[in-house]
């Protein structure tokens, strides 16, 4: 029996981030209580990541893909035989992919990943090699 994750998953969680409006800053008064919220998906945290330069990633985006690779690999650890990772999870993970290279069951779950994808492999970051 093989699990799929559910197309409901933490990915679609996000973070709170507040940042000082434009206003704010150019007033020069960093105290005031008013701030503009964004949501960081771990989509979008990686999406940010990839696109950074210099290679320095802002410590917000970093602490979103950390949660999200964590919980991930829990998931994988605790039904390391049948769990199917989606595509949003499979990018994720692929992005850390050199931290799992000589663990079997993530080698596992990346087979059994593209043994159960159904799409077009240009939407994943790095294609899949036959």
């Known amino acids: 029996m093989v699990y799929i994750s559910p197309w409901i998953d933490p990915f679609s969680t996000f973070v709170h ?3 000082l409006t434009f206003d704010q800053i150019s007033m020069g008064n960093a105290s005031m209580h008013t701030t503009t919220t964004t949501q960081l ?3 979008k945290a990686l999406e940010i990541a990839k696109n950074c330069e210099d290679g320095s990633v802002p410590a ?3 602490a979103v893909l950390e949660r999200a690779i964590s919980e991930l ?3 994988i650890q605790a039904q390391p035989t049948t769990y199917v990772m989606n595509k949003e ?3 994720v993970f692929n992005y850390y ?5 000589n663990v079997a069951a993530a080698q596992q779950a990346v087979a059994r990943f593209w043994n159960n994808f159904q ?3 240009a939407e994943i970051d790095g294609g899949h090699a036959s």
């Open 73 to 75: 690999w829990q998931r």
């Open 89 to 91: 999870e499979f990018i």
């Open 41 to 43: 998906t771990p989509a």
């Open 60 to 62: 917000s985006v970093t």
């Open 97 to 101: 992919r050199g931290r799992f290279a």
């Open 119 to 121: 799409g077009d492999t």
């Open 17 to 19: 981030l507040d940042f």
